[in-house]
């Protein structure tokens, strides 16, 4: 179904619509530099209507999401052994790329000379979100993996919102200028900002049980969060459903604050809150995914004294390490996804969303990627080991890039084939109050939750989902980085 372009007072009407919507429901981020008045937020990036996607491709990414979770369990629990594959993949990316995998790695072979007498967490918690494109370039639609992501996955509070948004504006007929509306079973409601909380609640749970907690102690989520961080109210929803909807407290604490106010038993592992002497039972990451997010050794130390503690870790260090673009690439080897999803049908479903994906080092496929980046850059997007956008290298920029660089180091990046999505040019951009009227490509990430220890999956869960989009002519898609919005799904 197509929309009939808004008339001005049309389009002036929704806009105040949606502010309105957005203030009432708490569909909002911090600006730049709120700081001085952090009375003032703004309202979210949105579109004003949800965009189409197909069902089938729809429900392809929430059947398989179970499947990712797992695998990527898998690998967190292979990496840990000194003689696998992943193990001396992630050692030698820590050579190449000293100032973050390297550092991360670093603090992971700390923890293995935690003394023999301490307890050690064998539990942990992955919060995943993958992301995917829908190809069109065979004429049929067909997910595609943009990514994975194993770290301080975002919007799962904010995307239930958007979602009331556009259902809102369609149910009571702000769409229904030109007689224009959704049928209201087709538009997706993602339940990712309960979801979510519920996984860390469960973490919770198993903590206690483990610890032989008496039933009326109540240990908390530490939410480890960016100084200044400007997402705050998506990250809010999952605190205030872990208290309204499981009863449980949690603490927002910086790197500075874990130095300043936690303590920790050496015996036990336990660590606590000073001042309340709560107990910390799970520390869910926001932060902590980019080098940004350590400004000195302070920090990182801040991180190895949470990863020693005996607290749930959402995620620890090598589930984080996990989500590396470079295992990301591996992956695309079939002989190498076979030994982390040995069922048949389960590999070959996971094989139909990847692109190829290239190494860039001396192995014959390294020496294939290194001639194509170089010759033929129109086709791919090159990415270092980072997170949270804005890191990657595309198409012509891919060369001079690669020449800024020695070759010893190209081994830190992949090279992807670009992903070709059909713009939609029905829907609008609103940001800052204004209406941006370009064509849009939109990026579905499917939530997924796991607990797991060294040897056992205990929980395994599609946790809802995301849509973001972007202007077609824009790269990148980070919507706190300023490059995309928030949007909603109708399904056709
Ligand atoms: P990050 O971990 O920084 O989010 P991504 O791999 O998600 O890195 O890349 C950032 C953005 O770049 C994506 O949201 C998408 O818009 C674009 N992008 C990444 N890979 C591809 C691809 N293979 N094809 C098309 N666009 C891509
Ligand atoms: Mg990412
Ligand atoms: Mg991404």
Known sequence: MSLSSPSKDQLDGLIQEINQWAITNGLAMYPPKFEANPSKASVSPVTVYPTPIPKKCFDEAVQIQPIFNELYARITQDMARSDSLLFKTTQALALSDPEFTGKLWSLYLDTLNVGEKNKKQNLKLGIFRSDYLIDKKNGNDQIKQVEFNTVSVSFAGLAGKVDRLHTYLNKSNKYDFKGSYYNEQDMVISDSGFLLSKALAIAVESYKSQQNFPISSDPIVAFIV?????????????????????????????????????????????????????????????????????????DWEARLFLEKSIAIKAPDLLTQLSGSKKIQQLLTDENIVSQYAPNFEEKNSLLKTFVKIYPLDNTELGKEGKRLALSNPSKYVLKPQREGGGNNVYKENIPDFLRSIEECHWDAYILMELIEPEFNKDNIILRDNKPYEEAIISELGIYGCILFDDRQVLMNEFSGSLLRSKFNTSNEGGVAAGFGCLDSIVLY
Do not use: C, M, P
């Open 226 to 298: 960016q100084r200044n961080e400007r997402n705050v109210f998506d990250q809010k929803i999952l605190e205030l459903n872990l208290l309204e909807k499981f009863n449980i407290r949690s603490a927002r604490l910086t790197f500075d604050d874990v130095h300043e106010k936690l303590f920790t038993n050496n015996e036990t592992g336990r660590v606590f809150i000073r001042d309340t002497k709560q107990e910390i039972a799970v520390v869910y990451y926001r932060t902590g995914y980019t080098t940004t997010d350590y400004t000195s050794e302070k």
